[in-house]
């Protein structure tokens, strides 16, 4: 922030119009023992070099992925970004995540988010997708919603292999909204089938016929799930689609590099976080959420959804098409707080796929998958060791540890490895168990300093 200097006039002159003698009367509803009384614990002002020099050593306190070999991810990845995502990102027509007020006359930045659209179209196979979201947990809320109107239904399932900061999300979007959200347990990494009928099926009142308001709206899965596993999706469409609710799906879009796409097992919403795209794993954001529906579902789409067409020349051009934004409706009537949404980090998603395209997203989720399983056959090894789960698992996966994962990754860390994320701390019925994520970044030689760092905890 720039220095704004103010003068003795001009603070006495503030005092009076707000009617107060001076600042000491100003703050004298903040307790004594809540103000500082003393001057800041400040160096003495430097020269620019040598406070540039102050700075990187107090950033160096810091531990970052540019300093440690990190296998945390939990919803948060380090993969690798290609040098020009950023230089593309910080073009100055691009660099806001606002939305032009004079959409029309802004052609570049509608054609970057209608190929982004596009992308995400062809990475997920669905039908539309609408130019970005705040992040995958708010996307996934709002599926839930979506599928409430839809359907005319209140009862929203989700399994409890989605992220759990996702699933609180849609409590809190639920609650707001007198929605009914219920929870399936897992039972080996996935979703407990048989608890799944159950929970579809619904609870039965005494005389046979099925509780008033129970019928499910929805399925919410994430795909790979939380701990990594897959889900058995195609069996989970038939199920909540036999119920006439709606399927949504949660999914890493790296792992579509190989998975099959939502749209071709019968998922009626794709969502998801975007942060693997290209963007950077900061302290758990800025990301976004990508969106996509079938076509049945357009005018239900939570943003904007920019089209292509022709102006009265021939001329290809690019418009705002659909815009449910609350400013431009009654704001009873909007169905979503979506507004200035996280268009950069779409934009870095763009840029990332048009690098890779279709033959280099498939080779990085191939990486992911065969690196993580080495790793989990080298942790594996490791006497006290054991995986946690029998499912297939895509590039995360989750270990039983004989030593409190907590500490495991307070010793890795300070050996320069981040050995994953303890579960205690979502799933306290597992609380021996460590999640460990392995990108296309990770080495052989990086995997097995993981495991020679385990087994000083065996």
Known sequence: MDFIPNTDRNREAMLRAIGVGSPEELFADIPPEARLDRPLRLPEPMAELELQQHMLELSDKNAHLGRLVCFAGAGMYDHYIPAVVDHVISRSEFYTAYTPYQPEVSQAVLQSIFEYQTMICELTGMDVSQASHYDGATALAEAGLISCSTTGRRHIVVSSTVHPEYRRVLHTYAAGADLKVTEVPYRDGVTDREALERVLAGERAASGERASGDEPACLLVQHPNFFGCLEPVADMARAIHGRGGLFVVAT????????????????????????????????????????????????????????????????????????????????????????????????????YLAMMGKRGIREVAELCLKKAHYARDAVAAVPGFAPAFGAPFFMEFAVRCPCPPAELVKRGTARGILPGVALGRFYPELEDCLLVAVTEKRSRAQIDALAKVLEGCA
């Open 252 to 351: 890493s879009p790296i792992s579509l590099g190989l998975l099959a796409p939502p749209g071709s097992y019968g998922a009626d919403m794709a969502v998801g976080d975007g942060q693997a795209l290209g963007n950077v794993p900061s302290f758990g954001g800025p990301t976004f959420g990508y969106f996509a529906v079938t076509e049945k579902l357009v005018r239900r789409l939570p943003g904007r959804v920019v089209g292509a067409t022709v102006d009265s020349r021939g001329q290809r051009g690019f418009v705002l098409t659909l815009q449910t934004r609350e400013q431009h409706i009654r704001r009873e009537k909007a169905t979503s707080n979506i507004c200035s949404n996280e268009a950069l980090n779409a934009l870095a998603a763009t840029v």
